[in-house]
Nanobody, 124 residues
Framework: QVQLVESGGGLVQAGGSLRLSCAAS????????MGWFRQAPGKEREFVAAISWSGDSTYYADSVKGRFTISRDNAKNTVYLQMNSLKPEDTAVYSC?????????????????WGQGTQVTVSS
């Protein structure tokens, strides 16, 4: 069982930055691939970024490539999402998820555990 708790969301102006954190419980965190997803009002949940268990492989949605960076610290059981050059269209609830297979993936079906999410609002 893995429990995930996100933090770091908030209100920021367009062009600003935020860093989201996802703290995981459980000694096996280092074995899990991790992902970030987001859901805006009236829209489906969409993939944002993912990272493999080792951190060697990362994946990004085209809409955030070059602006967002996913990373992890297995000693702290935490995965991060650094978000720069934020745009109003980045406004959403951001959730982290854990994939026991370890790869990190782009599809929601690949993930076994989810956090509750943290709100990110970007004003124009």
């Amino acid at each position: 069982q893995v429990q995930l708790v996100e933090s770091g969301g908030g209100l920021v102006q367009a062009g600003g930055s935020l860093r989201l954190s996802c703290a995981a419980s459980g000694r096996t965190f280092r074995n899990y691939g991790m992902g970030w997803f987001r859901q805006a009002p009236g829209k489906e949940r969409e993939f944002v970024a993912a990272i493999s268990w080792s951190g060697d492989s990362t994946y990004y949605a085209d809409s955030v490539k070059g602006r967002f960076t996913i990373s992890r610290d297995n000693a702290k059981n935490t995965v991060y999402l650094q978000m720069n050059s934020l745009k109003p269209e980045d406004t959403a609830v951001y959730s982290c998820a854990a994939d026991w297979r370890g790869y990190g993936a782009r599809t929601t079906e690949s993930y076994d555990y989810w956090g509750q999410g943290t709100q990110v609002t970007v004003s124009s």
